[in-house]
């Protein structure tokens, strides 16, 4: 669940983060944050090491420890991006950003701020927000389980099922395309509706199809990349190598 809190400064943002956070581990939820700023400021500084490997040309520049790891990426990333990006790599039950104007997630309104798209609650308590992520998180759970084709075969779309599912009233086993097989078709990121037939379909032409190659191990998950996200990465390695090259090329470079 992502969850966005904004509002104008010195009006308690932080400190509401802060608690919320803590409020939702001591729970047992996995909670990841962002934390932005309009100004353009960075936690680097000129002379460090890491300053000057971004100079010679390396972007982003990683600085690891024993207890820390930052990704120091020297250009602008969308909330949308961000969030796609910390949800594909460390799967957190609550993605909570402070200060993001943008986004396509819920957002709580501190202070008084104008209201922003997607806004769903101004000035909660934190016992209310606790509750209604809480809530969400339970949704979004079941909706996972389920396979998203809104076929209505069970009289109802999928987030209604869910909303049942979760307020007891029916059981998972409602759905009558929920797969028999773990399959999960994903499409930049989103995931594709598919039923039993597909799914049975997709897990026996793959899996057919891996059988015959070396290093396939039946009993270990199965990721196949087509496109999109590899041609994108190198098409961008490709434009920073052109930039560097240009930056070289120019009178009085160094």
């Known amino acids: 669940m992502i969850i966005g809190i904004y509002g104008h400064s010195d009006t308690g943002k932080a400190s509401f983060v802060e608690r919320l956070i803590g409020s939702l581990v001591r729970k047992g939820y996995s909670v990841s944050s962002v934390k932005h700023t309009p100004h353009e400021k960075t936690i680097d500084s000129e002379g460090k090491e890491t300053w000057r490997h971004w100079k010679a040309g390396s972007d982003p520049v990683v600085f690891a420890s024993g207890i820390e790891t930052s990704i120091l990426q020297h250009s602008e990333t969308s909330a949308d991006d961000l969030a796609k990006r910390i949800l594909r790599e460390y799967h957190p039950d609550v993605l909570v950003f402070q200060g993001f104007k943008g986004g396509s ?4 309104a501190i202070g008084k701020a104008a209201p922003r798209k997607g806004t769903v609650l101004t000035n909660p308590k934190l016992p209310r927000l606790v509750k209604h992520i809480e809530a969400e998180v339970a949704l979004e759970r ?22 049942e599912v979760v307020k007891g009233r029916r059981k998972l086993g409602a759905c009558r395309e929920l797969p028999d097989l773990d399959v999960g078709i994903f499409v930049g990121g989103r995931r594709v509706p598919a039923g039993r037939f597909v799914s049975s379909i997709v897990h026996e032409t793959v899996h057919g199809m891996l059988s015959s190659l070396r290093g396939y191990d039946p009993g270990k998950e199965v990721e196949i990349r087509l496109g999109g996200e590899i041609n994108r990465a190198m098409r961008e390695k490709r434009g920073r190598q052109a930039r560097r090259r240009r930056r070289g090329s120019r009178p009085g470079a160094s």
């Open 105 to 108: 997630f819920q957002k709580v």
């Open 142 to 163: 079941v909706l996972a389980e389920l396979p998203g084709l809104d076929c209505m075969k069970c009289g109802l779309d999928c987030r209604g099922l869910a909303g």
